[in-house]
């Protein structure tokens, strides 16, 4: 790429994201998510507490930032060059940024499952809750399962957990086609341009025979999949506030 070519381009990006104040997604406050020191639910709860929050709340933020870079390049910026022009700005400043965004509803999903578990667990050893033990499975095997049997008690579980059933749903992965499981396990559909998949195998289970399909998956386009994303920031804005609610009941529970 020609050095004054993208010194040029990412003069335009940054004197709209600076001058319009781009923020089509809400940032989350630090300010607005700080518990009262003088409650406490010892050592162990109140320091995971306050990593977890801080890191949910960088997670969510950076997902809102990364949305609003999208938007810019894709609307504001790349649409202004000639179209081989588009192609390579479209390589440099826009894939990245895009492949981030698509692993992301899945990601902030499971990171506030994994924090609400450990909370809910030093909660119900805290108030010495009849029958729990220390026994939380490690870390890697943390899932939505765990988090049902740890937060069963506490009545912020008629609503965090449908917060986060709703975030990356089965709808979701279809109108992304699957991109972060095939992005990590198989051969993506394409980011803007380019096709994948000419020839694809299938097996039917039924005859016990293989098939052999040929065609292309099309690549996937920010003007298609960028309103997916904000949709899916505002249902993770969501199961965070239900996240902070859980907060709060636990440390009511000791007032």
Not at 36 to 53: C, V
Not at 127 to 142: A, F, G, S, V
Request: glycine letters at 2%; aromatic letters at 14%.
């Amino acid at each position: 790429m020609k050095e004054d070519l993208q010194v040029d381009a990412f003069k335009k990006f940054w004197r709209f994201y600076t001058k319009e104040k781009f923020d089509s997604c809400g940032l989350v406050s630090f300010d607005e998510y700080k518990i009262d020191s003088s409650f406490t639910m010892g050592r162990w709860y109140d320091g995971m507490e306050l990593g977890f929050t801080q890191e949910l709340i960088n997670s969510i933020n950076k997902f809102s930032h990364e949305i609003d870079v999208i938007t810019i390049w894709s609307k504001h910026v790349i649409p202004n060059y000639p179209k081989d022009e588009q192609l390579e700005l479209t390589f440099h400043f826009l894939e990245l940024p895009f492949y981030y965004c698509l692993n992301q509803p899945q990601s902030i999903r499971d990171r506030i499952i994994f924090s609400s578990t450990h909370l809910c667990h030093q909660a119900n050893l805290f108030i010495n809750t009849p029958k729990y033990k220390d026994d939380l499975p490690e870390d890697w095997k943390i899932g939505k399962n765990t988090l049902k049997s740890c937060i069963s008690q506490w009545k912020v579980e008629h609503t965090l957990l449908p917060s986060l059933e709703a975030i990356a749903s089965n709808e979701y992965v279809e109108n992304t086609y699957n991109y972060r499981n095939m992005a990590h396990h198989r051969v993506p559909p394409s980011l803007q341009y380019g096709h994948t998949n000419y020839i694809r195998r299938f097996w039917c289970k039924k005859s016990e025979d293989a098939s052999y399909n040929i065609g292309y998956e099309p690549p996937l386009t920010t003007e298609e999949i960028t309103p997916h994303f904000i949709e899916q920031h505002k249902l993770i804005k969501h199961a965070f506030s239900c996240y902070w609610k859980m907060v709060q009941e636990h440390l009511n529970s000791i007032t």
